[in-house]
């Protein structure tokens, strides 16, 4: 006697949050020493992400891996980075790491380029060097070049204190990475 039968089966797997937009954000800081702050709250669980996020911020700031400091991954006081899980982490931070070095270099070679008096497009940075391409004499050192930056704006008659070079940067599941509408090269200090 054969015994026929029907079954039914389902199961979901929740990979990158698939009920609602997955988005990851980081802050970004030209700091002193020429080194790059990052803050965001990426947990490391094995896969070597915080080595990754070094390498990708070293590469858009034009520093060494070893001038990356990543910061505190608490989410009270950093941008929240959601979930650890297979390469997510990756894709989605190390998006949002290249967004926020991208823009936070950017604003550094807009002043470099004032400083020197060329186009930011001519300046360069490499491995901790900072220099204007197809100039022999305009070159310098990232530490030396923020401490010179943050010199000249505590210098300027506005009344306002050193400049910091900073961009938050973010990245959602479907590829489409954006500046937060936060960006900016700011010079803090004043009133209020």
């Not at 954000?25 to 002193?32: F, G, I, N």
């Not at 002043?111 to 490499?126: H, L």
């Not at 022999?136 to 030396?144: D, F, G, Q, T, V």
Request: proline share 3%; charged share 25%; aromatic share 6%.
């Amino acid at each position: 006697m054969k015994h026929r039968g029907r079954g039914v089966a389902c199961g979901w797997y929740g990979i990158a949050r698939t009920a609602a937009m997955d988005r990851a954000a980081v802050w970004v800081e030209l700091d002193d020493g020429g080194t790059v702050k990052i803050a965001t709250g990426v947990t490391e669980i094995g896969e070597g992400v915080l080595t990754g996020l070094c390498q990708i911020a070293a590469q858009e700031m034009g520093v060494r891996p070893e001038d990356i400091v990543l910061g505190d991954n608490d989410t009270a006081r950093v941008p929240e980075a959601a979930h650890a899980g297979a390469t997510r982490m990756t894709y989605m931070i190390g998006n949002a790491v290249a967004v926020g070095c991208r823009e936070a270099f950017g604003r550094f070679r807009v002043a470099m380029g004032a400083y020197w008096g060329v186009s930011p497009e001519s300046v360069r940075a490499f491995s901790g060097e900072v220099w204007v391409e197809g100039s022999a004499s305009k070159r310098m050192s990232m530490e030396h070049a923020v401490h010179v930056l943050k010199k000249r704006a505590r210098h300027c008659h506005c009344g306002q204190r050193p400049l910091h070079l900073s961009a938050h940067g973010t990245a959602t599941r479907h590829g489409r990475s954006h500046p937060l509408a936060k960006l900016r090269l700011r010079r803090t200090g004043g009133r209020g």
